[in-house]
């Protein structure tokens, strides 16, 4: 159990955890990975691509943009790492900035079915 404190109430509350085990309840559907944009990246973790980044406050007018040509290492929900393939320079970039990818291959994505 975990107890949470609420002022005002002048007393503990006792709340039990919210906890799911896979295969625990027949009745609860499996888990389904969402689609948010760090999910797709990462199933397609090692395809190369061109990733299209744009800033708002550029120091350079003109230079508000970056396109990076290799591929995805990794990826979390607020950032993306990257690597070119042909200089082996890396990048982290947050996610705020990232526009869209285009890949040459077609992607992995989730299974559709309901």
Do not use: C, W
């Not at 508000?64 to 591929?71: I, L, S, Y």
């Not at 990232?98 to 992607?107: S, T």
């Amino acid at each position: 159990m975990v107890q949470y404190y609420y002022p005002g109430y002048g007393q503990q509350q006792m709340v039990p955890p919210q906890v799911s085990v896979p295969g625990g309840n027949p009745n609860t559907p499996p888990f389904r990975e969402q689609s948010y944009i760090e999910n797709i990246l990462r199933l397609n973790r090692g395809k190369p691509g061109v990733f299209h980044f744009s800033f708002e406050h550029a120091v350079e007018a003109g230079k508000n943009t970056k396109e990076v040509a290799g591929m995805v290492e990794a990826a979390g929900r607020d950032h993306v790492i990257l690597s070119e393939a042909n200089t082996g320079r890396r990048y982290l970039f947050p996610m705020i900035y990232f526009d869209y990818a285009e890949f040459d291959e077609e992607l992995n994505y989730f299974d559709q079915t309901p």
